[in-house]
T-cell receptor
Framework: SQQGEEDPQALSIQEGENATMNCSYKTSINNLQWYRQNSGRGLVHLILIRSNEREKHSGRLRVTLDTSKKSSSLLITASRAADTASYFCATYNDMRFGAGTRLTVKP | DTEVTQTPKHLVMGMTNKKSLKCEQHMGHRAMYWYKQKAKKPPELMFVYSYEKLSINESVPSRFSPECPNSSLLNLHLHALQPEDSALYLC????????????FGQGTRLTVV
């Protein structure tokens, strides 16, 4: 069964806008990770947030984790056309991915 | 070296062929993964090896046979595949234990004719 489930499934924004995508999971976790995949290529690790952390930043990325709601969000600020990709969350427990969010950033 | 290398990059095979996909990493990772990804779908976990032993098999058909001959190599042997097995096959590796990221190869694009 899938651990992480992302929403929305597709998101289209203009360059410079912020993009927020969400992930929900079912069971207790050690950590949650976000990955990016450019079309037809391998996944790239973006950021990891541990179960005892509530927020984490990395460059233009901000991740939050709410273990009481079993959910996480990924915010990309000041988006660029190069951010166009699919974004997935996965929990350490089983490294299974949800449906992902397909982000399109229009120049 | 933070690379996971997958070969070949593209593979076309007939339904009666036997072929193998190869994955290699030299990061000292002891967990390795195979995923199958169809177009516009998320990667589906197929197999997980931990310390060279199969720890997860997601009820994958026996025409897919994984092998982990050593801590750096992971193979996926293919036999009698169906056209619906055409997909991108991704390999990944990580340290064993929480708090570690997985590194992915660029995948093998498999077409079964």
């Amino acid at each position: 069964s899938q651990q992480g489930e992302e929403d929305p499934q597709a998101l289209s924004i203009q360059e410079g806008e912020n993009a927020t995508m969400n992930c929900s999971y079912k069971t207790s976790i050690n950590n949650l990770q976000w990955y990016r995949q450019n079309s037809g290529r391998g996944l790239v690790h973006l950021i990891l947030i541990r179960s005892n952390e509530r927020e984490k930043h990395s460059g233009r990325l901000r991740v939050t984790l709410d273990t009481s709601k079993k959910s996480s969000s990924l915010l990309i600020t000041a988006s660029r056309a190069a951010d166009t990709a699919s974004y997935f969350c996965a929990t350490y427990n089983d490294m299974r991915f949800g449906a992902g969010t397909r982000l399109t950033v229009k120049p | 070296d933070t690379e996971v290398t997958q070969t070949p990059k593209h593979l076309v095979m007939g339904m009666t062929n036997k072929k193998s996909l190869k994955c290699e990493q030299h990061m000292g990772h002891r967990a390795m993964y195979w995923y199958k990804q169809k177009a516009k779908k998320p990667p589906e976990l197929m197999f997980v090896y931990s310390y060279e032993k199969l720890s997860i098999n997601e009820s994958v058909p026996s025409r897919f046979s994984p092998e982990c001959p050593n801590s750096s190599l992971l193979n996926l042997h293919l036999h009698a595949l169906q056209p619906e097995d055409s997909a991108l096959y991704l390999c990944a590796s990580s340290q064993v234990g929480p708090g570690t990221e997985a590194f992915f190869g660029q995948g093998t694009r498999l077409t079964v004719v």
